[in-house]
């Protein structure tokens, strides 16, 4: 059976009316519909000659067997954020998908092939992103923390996770899945502008950011909204404010593609007649240098304690989660770039800004790459996220070459 690109599409669009809704999709990890969208895929393979099963950490494999047990991965995941959009994550297991279709439907190959669907890549519920991607590659090594962590309703991690039987205490069990790992690939869609302003469809990419993840709590003092005078003050969202504003400097000034985000304040009593007693404040920090984005990380909590100084308010720092800069294989880089040529006539090589299960397993020591496929207008993590359908076609042939590129690579070794 040929590649079917339309395929691709076309379930995509069924994903969409299955899990989503009027605001966008809502497959969030750890929910009723994440696994009502990962069941749908299971089903949508079960005519494949493929060994189906789940891993310690949630994580999702499909695996084709093949002459050699060393295997090529090519890997996405199911969820997504609370009214996201259509494609990210899902084009990656979908375009996998047929991928594997084509595959198997060619016969026995050369080398063991398999789709994983990595469980709780956005973070999206409790702030820690690439759950079941990092406890594969062995680099979870945050789990007292992860204990800590709770959802806006309460709810804590581990009980979350332990209601799809995954017990955090053998979640790093899943590393034994990449033992015959020999190649992971990935294709996204891009999530920012690039692709679309040089009217290309398709893009290599070279590595990922880095990340310095960090909850700032800073405490004042309620008082009294009508009786207490403004420079009597203890406003703990003063200090917040002051550093969302100064990090977008920060950012500025470190340049090479920096970026600094205050993605979240939560104000106690949060009430319009009294003083903020205290403000948790999410700050996200990115850059493909890892000094840099040292460096950021130090410049922005030595501004807090000059803001927490001025507004006679304190303040703490809580690491949330880190990864450092990742770099991908050259060989495959080539491979992808060749692949993309083919089949769009150019390609163009670029940095990816967002966090991706690639950059967990290129940490394990597996040779890795991602192509990404241009997305409209940049938007992404919104119901308004869109690619055109002619480029989502391309990037699952450019898909399609690459794996048999990488299967034939790693069958000749």
Known sequence: ?????????????????????????????????????????????????????????????????????????????????????????????????????????????????????????????????????????????DQDELRKLTDRDGVSLPDAVGAFDVDLDHALDAHAQLASAAAYLELHIEQGPVLESLDLPLGVVLGTFGVERHRITWTGQAAHAGSTPMDKRRDALAGAAKLALAIRDVARETGDGAVCTSGGVVCRPGIVTSVVETAEQLLDQRHLDAGKLASMLARAQELSRGFASEENVDVAWERIWSIEPILFDETLIGFADEAIREVAGTSHRLPSGPLHDAAEVSRAGVPTVMLFVQSLRGLSHTKLEDTKPEHLELSVSALDRLASKTIDWIAAK
């Open 1 to 141: 059976m040929p590649l079917d690109p339309a395929r691709v599409v076309t379930r995509l669009r069924e994903l969409r009316s299955l899990t989503g809704d009027e605001d966008g999709e809502q497959r969030v990890a750890w929910t009723d519909t994440w696994a009502k969208g990962r069941a749908w895929l299971v089903e949508s393979l079960a005519d494949l000659p493929l060994e189906v099963e789940r891993d310690a950490a949630g994580n999702d494999w499909y695996t084709l067997r093949g002459d050699s047990d060393r295997a090529v991965l090519i890997g996405g995941h199911m969820d997504s954020v609370p009214n996201g959009g259509w494609l990210d994550g899902c084009l990656n297991v979908l375009a996998g998908a047929e991928v594997l279709r084509r595959i198997a439907e060619d016969g026995r190959p050369p080398v063991t092939v398999r789709l994983v669907d990595w469980a709780d890549e956005e973070g999206a519920r409790f702030g820690r992103s690439l759950f079941g991607s990092s406890a594969a590659a062995g680099s979870m090594a």
